[in-house]
């Protein structure tokens, strides 16, 4: 009898990513004045100016000879809910120059992106007789990119971007997995979005918590970005994962087809990819399974005919599969309730959100993976959860009774060109590990294995 882990702490953890800790840390504009720490969604008209240290560099922004000394860099943050354009009226910027520079920033970037918290340097050039022009603003969207407005003289704004070169290190990683798979990714410093990829990448084939147990072990292969002054700029992409259940090694590689569509593979070539997906939403822990129980709100026995699962108000809910929405409205008992029909025989069902994705509507497709609603407790509910069905011909089965087709799998050259990365994916974890033994077998999963169990040690 397997023994159960406790639980993984996703639900902790969907909460931080909720709340926006983990994208990568913003970096402040250049040369800014703005304090570190500063919590992100107050404007803070962090006015002092920082007068002589840029000046050098934007003298030619909207240089007509009349300006009266260096360039003032007044760098405020985008309060929550507003605008860029707000930001320039509180830097006192006149409307019609905001407009133009805004529209001016359209080239490059959409102004709808910005986000709460974002540091934007505001420019003006002091004039003689005290008055000053603005000539300008520049902000860093991302660790990697900085863009610029400038005004051109009389003829208006124009923008420009520098984006920092960066290269791509890999990082290799192993644990022993002992309370859960995060604490151990923890441990062995594996950043959070790469233990998430992670974790949805083996989500076809894992049920991560009824099958992993304390021992089974993890490696990862993930690339850290490095700008030349040697600053990390977030993570890459995931190379190479393997988890090892009960001594029975699932390792996955990444590799772009001829296609040019990016999967992730199994040493055989075998896309990881399933039809449905066990779990559609991160994190989230089964407090109630397939079969009769005693009905919390009814109060008699009666048939459970999906999957709860419990997550906190909000949550994103993912289609389990590619398909076509079939249903998406509210009813008495299900809530708000998505239907969505993924061949002639199998549909799925989501109930109780709190509301659903924007156009997500009655004949809609959606991949797998798109976020379709919220979870919730509408309807017949007695907490925030998501109840999910699997519906064979139109009747609820038990989700792991459903025999799921398998993926695609890699063919002629295309597999030797699989092959071939495989390989150099090895070659690069070992590297990357620092050249110590690895005790792993190279051998493909085969079908002796599967009547695998500790006895005859394999
Ligand atoms: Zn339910």
Known sequence: ??????????????????????????????????????????YKPAVKPNPGTESEAKDDAGNDGQAAGPVDRRTL?????????????????????????????????????????????VLFEPRRGGTRKFVGFEFAPDPLRSVSIARKGDAGFTSSQTEKPVTRKPVA????????????????GVPISVMMAFIQNFSYDVDFQRDLQPGDRFEILYEKLVTAEGTQAGEGELLYASLTLSGDDMPIYRFKGRDGRIDYYNGDGESIRRALLRTPIDGARITSGFGMRHHPILGFSKMHKGVDFAAPTGTPIYAAGRGTIEIAERSSSYGNYVRIRHNTEISTAYAHMSRFAKSIGRGAR??????????????????????????????????????????????????????????????????????MQLARTPAPASTEEKGCNKANSC
């Not at 990683?173 to 062995?188: D, H, M, P, T």
């Open 77 to 121: 943050s985008i309060g929550r809910g507003d605008t860029l354009m707000d930001l320039l009226a509180t830097a006192n910027v006149p409307t019609n120059d905001a407009h133009d520079a805004v529209a001016a920033l359209r080239d490059i970037y959409n102004p709808r992106h910005i986000q709460a918290g974002q540091h934007v340097t």
């Open 366 to 435: 959606v991949d797998q993976g798109d976020i379709i609603g919220y979870v919730g407790t509408t309807g017949r509910s007695t907490g925030p959860h998501l109840h999910y069905e699997v519906l064979k011909a139109g009747h609820q089965v038990n989700p792991r009774s459903v025999d799921l087709p398998t993926g695609e799998k890699l063919e002629g050259r295309e597999l030797q060109a699989f092959q071939q990365a495989r390989r150099s994916i090895e070659k690069m974890f070992e590297e990357s590990r620092g050249g």
């Open 1 to 42: 009898m397997r023994s159960r882990l406790s639980r993984l702490p996703t639900l902790a953890l969907l909460a931080i990513i909720t709340a926006g800790a983990l994208t990568p840390a913003t970096v402040v504009a250049r040369n800014t004045d703005a304090p570190n720490g500063r919590a992100p969604n107050t």
């Open 173 to 188: 990683a192993q644990g022993v997995i002992r309370s859960s798979l995060f604490e151990a990714g923890a441990q062995a």
